[in-house]
């Protein structure tokens, strides 16, 4: 699939709209701003965004990304915590959201999506000869991945939520209609996978960082189900 580039505008209702949805080409970079090839900031007028915003061009490392906006740019890859966008940088991933800092009632969103550059698993360590071993944990089991996509759907839909909270266990139980001790099994042999591959400490079952490790290691990877309806709708993937 064509990597593509989405235009969104969230306001302070919560209401999402589409401006722009096309293919990238590869290293043909796209201006998006008040006055970009894209316009970003321009419905609604927000004068807080930059007439020249944000550069972005899918080049064979991944997205490269030069920021000009006077406010900055929130970078939000997909499963991972959002961040500052330094003023030039490259990242490789799959589904990876910029927001335009403007007028604090809106939120402008610039998203980038290519399935080419989906994680992938580590490989096994060298001298290794089974690919599940003890330092290759298994792949999630399918109650496993339910239980934590339920726990943390905030922080996997897309666009973004902002801000996003992880469900309590209890209502990760309802949702899926079993008891609360079973769930959190499943999370604690989750989260012991993540210890696995990288995780490097021990805190609450609602703690998203084993979820941003799992994510960085290829164990969980976006899914048709973390879309808005919005984007359901245009045919995103």
Same mark, same amino acid.
């Given at each position: 699939?064509t990597?593509?580039i +989405?235009?969104l505008?969230?306001d302070?209702?919560?209401? *999402? #709209?589409? !401006? %722009?949805?096309? =293919?990238l080409?590869?290293d043909? &970079?796209?201006?998006?701003?008040?006055?970009?090839?894209?316009?970003v900031g321009?419905?609604?007028?927000?004068?807080k965004?930059?007439?020249?915003?944000?550069q972005?061009?899918?080049?064979?490392a991944?997205?490269r990304?030069?920021?000009?906006?006077r406010?900055?740019?929130?970078?939000h890859?997909?499963?991972?915590?959002?961040?500052?966008?330094?003023?030039?940088?490259?990242?490789?991933?799959?589904?990876?959201?910029?927001?335009?800092?403007?007028?604090?009632q809106?939120?402008?969103w610039?998203l980038?999506?290519?399935?080419?550059?989906?994680p +992938?698993?580590?490989e096994?360590?060298?001298?290794?000869? *089974? #690919?599940? !071993? %003890?330092e290759q =944990?298994?792949p999630?089991t399918? &109650?496993q991945e339910?239980?934590?996509?339920a726990?943390?759907?905030?922080?996997?839909t897309?666009?973004?939520l902002?801000?996003a909270?992880p469900?309590?266990?209890?209502?990760?139980?309802?949702r899926?209609g079993?008891r609360t001790?079973?769930?959190?099994?499943?999370?604690?042999?989750?989260?012991?996978k993540?210890?696995?591959?990288g995780?490097?400490?021990?805190?609450?079952l609602?703690d998203?960082e084993?979820?941003y490790?799992?994510v960085r290691?290829?164990?969980?990877?976006?899914?048709?189900?973390?879309?808005?309806?919005?984007?359901t709708?245009?045919?995103a993937v």
């Amino acid at each position: 699939m064509t990597a593509r580039i +989405r235009v969104l505008c969230r306001d302070q209702n919560g209401t *999402l #709209t589409l !401006s %722009a949805d096309q =293919p990238l080409e590869p290293d043909q &970079p796209v201006l998006l701003g008040r006055e970009g090839d894209l316009g970003v900031g321009i419905s609604p007028v927000d004068p807080k965004v930059s007439r020249q915003a944000v550069q972005v061009t899918r080049t064979d490392a991944g997205w490269r990304i030069v920021v000009t906006n006077r406010n900055g740019v929130i970078v939000h890859p997909w499963g991972q915590p959002p961040g500052m966008a330094e003023p030039e940088s490259v990242f490789s991933w799959p589904r990876l959201a910029l927001r335009v800092v403007g007028r604090p009632q809106l939120q402008h969103w610039i998203l980038l999506d290519d399935p080419a550059l989906q994680p +992938r698993r580590p490989e096994p360590l060298p001298g290794t000869e *089974l #690919t599940e !071993s %003890a330092e290759q =944990p298994r792949p999630l089991t399918v &109650p496993q991945e339910l239980a934590v996509r339920a726990l943390f759907a905030e922080l996997l839909t897309w666009p973004p939520l902002v801000p996003a909270t992880p469900r309590q266990i209890k209502q990760v139980a309802s949702r899926l209609g079993v008891r609360t001790e079973s769930i959190q099994r499943r999370l604690e042999e989750v989260r012991k996978k993540a210890g696995m591959v990288g995780l490097s400490r021990t805190s609450l079952l609602t703690d998203p960082e084993y979820l941003y490790v799992l994510v960085r290691a290829g164990y969980l990877a976006p899914d048709e189900d973390d879309l808005h309806p919005i984007l359901t709708a245009a045919g995103a993937v």
